[in-house]
């Protein structure tokens, strides 16, 4: 079992990497929504190669509970994003301020840190080596998706640096829910193959249903189809050559 001390160093150091997505911004470079939509299909081929390595470490500790628990992933996010009314296509209808739509943004960011949490949680307590390396992947993950955060809160009247800190703030759910993650594997050990399966349903459902239809709206098929499948490419080949248990 690895020390909660690293998975929380590992956890933060991967949310950290959230603000390097802003620096476009901070040196007056705005991403346009061509290049965050690139950056959109980046983060969603890192996810989902994420995913796919979780379910195949679920599903062969406990075929039932990894699937189950994938299931449960879906149907708990689609649940807190009609309980909480989080749009997928919030950021893309108004320009301008608007406090409101700026608080579904930063819903929506803590739902997809949240998630990746869990993800990084669940992956130490199957080997340190693997719950570094999905802390890494998602780390990489992070930098477009904390711009596209930023992005998003700037153009309804955020100052750079408010919306860098909003979105850090939002990612120091990743630590947190990692080590409490870690904590209640530790207390239940059965339940990691439901925890790994929780945090690779609700990935792939936010994936599906807010990283890839974003990235479509403003950018070929074909161009967000390779950058996914380049990314989910590399981390599985990563994975098999890197991580040594």
Do not use: C
């Not at 039932?64 to 950021?91: E, K, P, Y």
């Not at 890494?136 to 955020?158: C, K």
């Not at 947190?176 to 594997?185: E, Y």
């Amino acid at each position: 079992m690895p020390s909660l001390s690293t998975v929380l160093l590992y956890a933060t150091l991967a949310a950290a990497a959230g603000a390097v997505g802003a620096i476009p911004a901070t040196l007056g470079h705005a991403l346009d929504r061509g290049q965050l939509a690139w950056g959109r299909a980046l983060a969603a081929g890192l996810m989902l190669g994420a995913t796919y390595l979780l379910t195949q470490e679920s599903v062969a500790l406990a075929p039932f509970a990894g699937a189950s628990g994938s299931l449960l992933g879906v149907l708990t996010v689609a649940a807190w994003q009609r309980w909480t009314a989080i749009d997928a296509s919030d950021d893309e209808r108004t320009e301008g301020p608007g406090a409101e739509d700026s608080r579904a943004i930063l819903r929506r960011g803590a739902l997809h840190s949240g998630a990746e949490g869990i993800a990084m949680g669940a992956a130490f307590m199957i080997h340190t080596a693997l719950g570094i390396f999905i802390a890494a992947a998602l780390a990489l993950h992070n930098i477009p998706e904390g711009g596209a955060l930023v992005s998003g809160l700037t153009r309804r009247g955020r100052a750079v640096g408010t919306a860098t800190v909003s979105t850090l703030v939002v990612k120091a759910s990743q630590p947190l829910l990692a080590g409490l993650t870690v904590a209640f594997i530790a207390l239940v050990p059965p339940a990691l193959p439901w925890m790994l399966g929780l945090a690779s349903g609700a990935m792939f459902y936010l994936l599906l249903v807010d990283l890839l239809p974003q990235s479509y709206r403003h950018r070929g098929h074909v161009d967000i189809a390779i950058i996914t499948s380049v990314a989910l490419s590399a981390i599985v080949l990563l994975r098999h050559y890197v991580v040594v248990r």
